[in-house]
């Protein structure tokens, strides 16, 4: 099966930079499209970013868009979220999550089958 583990959240001050990781194991790296969604207190889970397999072709919530960047490196299976210009209203779980191989590049939560279990970001005002 499909294992992703996040790494990389922590604390930041408004304007401020953090870069998340997800290490995706237990099949073929290049056969998944990848995501990352956020999740904050009482809130439903929500699209932030996605990136297929091999075309790299991405996705971005308006929210985030120009601010944070989605990546994935092929040598050590990794996806990464490049977050820059951070804001308080940032602050969530964020999750990586995969879909069945194959999958076309999806913003919906329910697509996405495979879930790691999620790295805190908090950034202050």
């Known amino acids: 099966q499909v294992q992703l583990v996040e790494s990389g959240g922590g604390l930041v001050q408004a304007g401020g930079s953090l870069r998340l990781s997800c290490a995706f194991s237990?099949?073929?790296?290049?056969?998944?499209?990848l995501a990352w969604f956020a999740q904050a207190p009482g809130k439903e889970r929500e699209f932030v970013a996605a990136?297929?397999?091999?075309?790299?072709?991405?996705k971005y919530a308006d929210s985030v868009k120009g601010r944070f960047t989605i990546s994935r490196d092929t040598a050590d299976d990794t996806m990464y979220l490049q977050m820059n210009s951070l804001r308080p209203e940032d602050t969530a779980v964020y999750y990586c999550?995969?879909?069945?191989?194959?999958?076309?590049?999806?913003?919906?939560?329910?697509?996405?089958?495979?879930w790691g279990q999620g790295t805190q970001v908090t950034v202050s005002s």
């Open positions: 999550a995969a879909p069945r191989p194959y999958t076309t590049l999806d913003t919906s939560p329910d697509v996405y089958i495979y």
């Open positions: 237990g099949r073929t790296f290049s056969l998944y499209a």
């Open positions: 990136i297929s397999q091999s075309s790299g072709s991405t």
